[in-house]
């Protein structure tokens, strides 16, 4: 454990400081990520205001809550490991982090969480400026904060396992945004994004009560709203934790047949 | 007319350099049809709570749809590779084989690349619009459509004006690229109408990221609900926007300094 801290600790001071001299792109890039909740919150908040208040179980006061806490919720949870490790095989420059005496989800880990720890200091900002121009309906319950921050962390965790498996779809095919896209596209439309679950046709709404999408993204975000009991609570932590097992033994197994595959361009 | 026929052989070097590519074609046709299916899905759930939205009906956001897919097919099939080669270029030094060449360098510039897969977008924009009027009972006028094309010509220019300012800053800024990927983001706010946003996103999306007057404003001459206002301020705005952004080329390229200066 002690081993694994130092790793860690190595890898921030280096993550940080290579992250930090992207901090204009990094910005930029963002601005898809806050701009997307705005308008499905703007969409929906039009819509709730022409049928006189109430779309479902959400005011516009309420979406502005919702899809604030979702823009939080998605840009500490995303990754962009799918679309980098297209480029690591193809390119080989995969052959550098297998020299490494460490596994190279570690440093995937490292440069993820030093990514989101610089841009809080711009989400944060933004978050509270969104909430001087929406004036949500959001009330802060310590308890329910503990919560939210315990499934947040799962979130982060097991969208990142799951994205670095299918990331590992290239070491079959370097072909692989099409399949990003398609992962994308659902994850839209069942993590909660275009809509709050409740308000999707029923069965979407069972598919995503199944796959992880609604878990890593809408569940958290619901959580911190106070929506919901405490039985969905413990079953969202269920869920969680279940998708969090089945993440990791797919990555161990897809990552074991996958290296296999690989040959380094020019060896 | 010469234009016209160099416009041709950039069109057919971009036809071949992609037939040798085939699969690409798939790919980029799955891609396309995924983003049409998720933008008709979004429309599916917002419009099973409402019947309006801003006071546009399903069959007219639709309309807006089809011309969002248009115009986002004709900037990805031309206008953003060729800019984000004229910021390579001016990076690496390379726009004096374009300077060097007797044709106006503005006009190289615009079209020196094409995706050429990128006109599925571009059909099925074309596709959903139809779908849309047909839908409606195709009671649209003469004069409404003369006005469309008018206000998506007009669109067109000042969105190109407004990319080419962009492209054109790398004169000064070198490594600007990702400047670019703001106006992608803000694009995808012009699939709903822009009436809907509170004003300081429709002032943003109006003036500094002109994707109002490229896609909602074509639509609403579909509509019919279009104003003698915005016609006039789409048509005295894209006049300024060409002329200013020639200008503004211009005095960028007064500051390049070639290869190895």
Same mark, same amino acid.
């Given at each position: 454990m002690k081993h694994y801290l130092e790793i860690y600790w190595a890898f921030f001071?280096?993550?940080?400081?290579?992250?930090?001299q992207y901090r204009a792109s990094m910005s930029i890039w963002m601005i898809g990520r806050v701009?997307?909740?705005?308008?499905?919150?703007?969409?929906?908040?039009?819509?709730?205001?022409?049928?006189?208040?109430?779309?479902?179980?959400y005011n516009p006061e309420d979406f502005a809550a919702y899809y604030i806490?979702?823009?939080?919720?998605?840009?500490?949870?995303?990754?962009?490991?799918?679309?980098?490790?297209?480029?690591?095989?193809?390119?080989?420059?995969?052959?550098?982090?297998?020299?490494?005496?460490?596994?190279?989800?570690?440093?995937?880990?490292?440069?993820?969480?030093?990514?989101?720890?610089l841009m809080s200091f711009i989400v944060f900002p933004t978050a509270i400026l969104l909430y001087i121009l929406f004036d949500p309906n959001l009330l802060f319950h310590l308890q329910t904060f503990a919560l939210f921050l315990c499934a947040l962390t799962i979130a982060f965790f097991m969208r990142f396992f799951i994205e670095w498996t299918l990331a590992l779809i290239?070491?079959?095919?370097?072909? &692989? /945004?099409? $399949?990003?896209?398609?992962?994308?596209?659902? =994850?839209?439309? !069942?993590?909660?994004?275009?809509?709050?679950?409740?308000?999707?046709?029923n069965l979407v709404q069972q598919i995503?009560?199944?796959?992880?999408?609604?878990?890593?993204?809408?569940?958290?975000?619901?959580?911190?709203?106070?929506?919901?009991? &405490? /039985?969905? $609570?413990?079953?969202?932590?269920?869920?969680? =934790?279940?998708? !969090?097992?089945?993440?990791?033994v797919l990555l161990k197994i897809v990552w074991r047949s996958g290296i296999k595959k690989y040959s380094a361009v020019g060896s | 007319m010469h234009h016209l026929s160099l416009i041709w052989t950039f069109f057919r070097i971009g036809i071949l350099n992609e037939l040798a590519y085939r699969i690409n074609f798939y790919v980029q046709l799955l891609q396309s049809l995924l983003s049409l299916g998720t933008a008709i899905g979004g429309l599916a759930i917002v419009f099973s709570h409402?019947?309006?939205?801003?006071?546009?009906?399903?069959?007219?956001?639709?309309?807006?749809?089809?011309?969002?897919?248009?115009?986002?097919?004709?900037?990805?099939?031309?206008?953003?590779?060729?800019?984000?080669?004229?910021?390579?270029?001016?990076?690496?030094?390379?726009?004096?084989?374009?300077?060097?060449?007797?044709?106006?360098?503005?006009?190289?510039?615009?079209?020196?690349?094409?995706?050429?897969?990128?006109?599925?977008?571009?059909?099925?924009?074309?596709a959903v619009?139809?779908?849309?009027?047909?839908?409606?009972?195709?009671?649209?006028?003469?004069?409404?459509?003369?006005?469309?094309?008018?206000?998506?010509?007009?669109?067109?220019?000042?969105?190109?004006?407004?990319?080419?300012?962009?492209?054109?800053?790398?004169?000064?800024?070198?490594?600007?690229?990702?400047?670019?990927?703001?106006?992608?983001?803000?694009y995808e706010a012009g699939r709903w109408p822009i009436g809907i946003y509170p004003h300081w996103l429709r002032f943003v999306l109006t003036f500094l990221v002109p994707v109002a007057f490229a896609i909602t404003v074509p639509a609403e001459a579909l509509s019919g609900r279009l104003t003698t206002e915005s016609i006039v301020i789409s048509i005295v705005l894209s006049i300024f926007m060409l002329a200013f952004s020639r200008w503004f080329w211009k005095r960028g390229l007064k500051n390049y300094s070639g290869a190895s200066a």
């Open positions: 001071k280096t993550t940080i400081a290579v992250q930090f701009l997307e909740p705005v308008v499905y919150l703007v969409v929906w908040a039009t819509v709730a205001n022409a049928r006189g208040g109430m779309v479902g179980d806490v979702l823009m939080i919720v998605n840009q500490f949870t995303f990754t962009w490991v799918m679309h980098e490790y297209d480029y690591r095989i193809r390119q080989g420059a995969l052959s550098v982090l297998l020299l490494k005496p460490v596994h190279p989800i570690h440093s995937d880990i490292a440069d993820n969480i030093s990514y989101k720890v290239a070491f079959w095919t370097t072909r &692989n /945004e099409a $399949i990003n896209q398609m992962y994308f596209t659902l =994850g839209l439309f !069942l993590s909660g994004r275009i809509a709050p679950i409740e308000l999707l046709p995503a009560n199944i796959l992880p999408f609604r878990w890593a993204v809408a569940f958290p975000v619901e959580l911190m709203l106070g929506r919901l009991s &405490n /039985e969905q $609570i413990w079953h969202g932590f269920t869920m969680q =934790g279940m998708w !969090l097992v089945i993440s990791l | 409402t019947d309006s939205l801003g006071g546009w009906q399903a069959v007219d956001i639709l309309a807006l749809l089809g011309v969002f897919m248009f115009v986002g097919g004709i900037i990805r099939l031309v206008i953003q590779p060729s800019m984000a080669q004229l910021m390579e270029d001016v990076r690496q030094g390379t726009l004096d084989f374009t300077l060097t060449k007797p044709r106006d360098a503005q006009f190289l510039i615009s079209i020196s690349q094409v995706r050429i897969w990128r006109v599925i977008d571009i059909f099925l924009g074309i619009l139809l779908t849309a009027l047909i839908y409606r009972g195709l009671d649209i006028g003469f004069t409404d459509v003369l006005l469309f094309v008018l206000v998506l010509f007009t669109g067109g220019a000042i969105i190109y004006s407004f990319w080419l300012m962009l492209a054109t800053l790398t004169f000064w800024f070198l490594r600007i690229e990702n400047i670019l990927v703001i106006f992608q983001s803000m």
